[in-house]
């Protein structure tokens, strides 16, 4: 960490940042640093959180193929995995509702 000395703070700038410091409990430092964060954490790179990078990575036969196990082998419930629930919990979902859309 970097450490920085700032000079020519206007006053009514100083004097908030003070204020702010004292309402909160925090020091001035602690502040001053927050303060800076806030302001210019956009312009530091952050990773991605989402999933982006991977959409349309697939080509039509592997998600054909893909669908294919998920409808095959995910709609398999193990109720010895899902001890407690009743038997009717496991009974196939109705063909005349429609299926839940996530």
Do not use: Q, Y
Not at 14 to 43: C, I, K, Q, W
Not at 44 to 53: A, Q
């Amino acid at each position: 960490m970097k450490t920085m000395t700032i000079r020519n703070i206007p006053d009514e700038v100083a004097s908030a940042l003070a204020d702010h410091a004292r309402e909160t409990g925090r020091s001035m430092n602690a502040t001053a640093v927050s303060a800076l964060t806030m302001a210019f954490a956009p312009a530091v790179s952050k990773p991605k959180r989402d999933l982006s990078e991977f959409a349309g990575i697939m080509t039509p036969e592997e998600a054909a193929d893909f669908e294919r196990i998920i409808e095959e082998d995910c709609e398999r419930i193990d109720p010895g995995e899902w001890p407690g629930l009743p038997p009717s919990a496991f009974a196939p979902w109705p063909s005349r509702l429609p299926r839940p859309v996530p």
